[in-house]
């Protein structure tokens, strides 16, 4: 009879979970929001409205990709209920999926939206001259400039908590739980425990086809929108 320790331990494979689209557009985000800051800090403007716009491409590629892309890039994968989210954290050892998991879900989607919010006001924005403006700014009435202004310093600070918070997450994931999520958002792939499912990609033409749609919306905003 075989004894219970000569069973052999599975070993831990290394399993594709997040495409190249997906990791270029989150280091792409993550210098493009820090050139952001410092170029608002130091009042380089023209190039700030730029780097907004950049992150506004971005940002519209990244909702093509969640709805085209790869499958842990898909939003239909991730977008989870609070009865999900709840059991995920009860027995969050257990959890074994690849991508995002209920509760960094939320986490990802307060990212994304605050910086979408950011993103719009700074369209809209016009510094306290006048003399540089966002590229929607001329539709606005004087007033709601101001509320503007002010919105696009207050989501900022926001913003900043937010990205603390996941930042804080992503470190507590390797202290508390030792998994390398960081590593896994570099190189794409990520050592796990079989049996898991791998991700299931998208095609390269796709992920140019979304970019295209992303820089041409981009274009016709810049442009100061309609007509079209
Ligand atoms: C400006 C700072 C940052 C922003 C705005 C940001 C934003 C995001 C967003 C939007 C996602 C979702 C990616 C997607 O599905 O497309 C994400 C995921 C992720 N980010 Fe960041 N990020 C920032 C900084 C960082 C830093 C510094 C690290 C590493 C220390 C990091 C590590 C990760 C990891 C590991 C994931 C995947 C999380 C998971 O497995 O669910 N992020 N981030």
């Not at 557009?25 to 800090?41: K, M, N």
């Not at 842990?72 to 959890?95: E, I, N």
């Not at 086809?209 to 274009?219: E, F, K, P, Y």
Request: aromatic content about 10%.
């Amino acid at each position: 009879m075989k004894r219970r320790t000569d069973r052999p331990i599975p070993e831990r494979v290394q399993v594709p979970v997040w495409d190249l689209p997906t990791r270029l557009f989150h280091w792409l985000l993550v210098a493009l929001i820090a050139f952001s800051w410092w170029t608002a800090e130091t009042e380089r403007l023209d190039w700030h409205i730029w780097s907004g716009l950049a992150i506004l491409t971005l940002l519209i590629f990244r909702l093509l990709w969640g709805f085209v892309g790869s499958s842990t890039a898909r939003f239909a994968s991730f977008v989870r209920g609070p009865r999900t989210v709840l059991a995920y954290v009860r027995g969050m050892h257990g959890w074994r999926a690849i991508g995002h998991t209920p509760l960094g879900a939320l986490s990802v989607l307060a990212l994304l939206l605050l910086i979408g919010a950011q993103t719009v006001l700074g369209l809209f924005n016009s510094d306290n001259d006048g003399l540089v403006e966002g590229p929607l700014a001329p539709l606005i009435s004087f007033d709601a400039s101001d509320l503007v202004h002010e919105l696009h310093d207050d989501v900022f600070d926001v913003l900043l908590a937010f990205i603390a918070l996941h930042v804080a997450a992503v470190l507590s994931y390797r202290l508390a739980l030792g998994k390398r999520l960081t590593r896994a958002m570099i190189t794409g792939h990520a050592q796990l425990d079989p049996p898991t499912e791998p991700m299931r990609p998208a095609r390269r033409w796709v992920a140019l086809l979304c970019l295209i749609v992303a820089l041409a919306i981009t274009r016709w905003i810049a442009g100061g929108a309609p007509p079209l």
